[in-house]
């Protein structure tokens, strides 16, 4: 029998792009974690908060702005992890060399690929 995990999943997913939407800060979210493997029971939704090259971390942001790039905020809010990052700078690349690694020791994600793909959603 399955459960309600998926769309449970989906309909935060979406409230989270509508208000990273809002925020103006951002311009993709890009998304990983078993949400987007053929698993039927996913655990889980992990994200990139694509930020754009102007948002400056270090002023004082407005709370639609914190909400969607606060990893502590983004867990009690939505259920996932987030990493922000400027697209381009050298934490992004880190970011998206981790969510691109094939976990080798799941047997339902087992690849002859180097590497995956990512689900990019443009805000």
Aim: glycine letters at 6%; a positive charge.
């Amino acid at each position: 029998m399955r459960s309600d995990r998926r769309p449970r999943l989906t309909e935060a997913l979406r409230r989270y792009i509508k208000d990273a939407r809002l925020a103006g800060i951002a311009d993709a979210v890009l998304v990983d974690g078993s949400y987007v493997t053929a698993k039927a029971e996913p655990n889980d939704i992990d994200l990139i908060l694509v930020l754009r090259t102007d948002f400056d971390l270090s002023t004082d942001m407005h709370p639609m702005e914190y909400n969607v790039q606060s990893k502590r905020a983004v867990r009690k809010r939505y259920g996932f992890d987030v990493l922000p990052a400027v697209e381009g700078s050298k934490t992004y690349e880190e970011y998206v060399r981790l969510f691109s690694q094939i976990r080798r020791d799941d047997p339902e994600h087992q690849s002859g690929q180097p590497a995956k793909g990512l689900l990019r959603i443009g805000l």
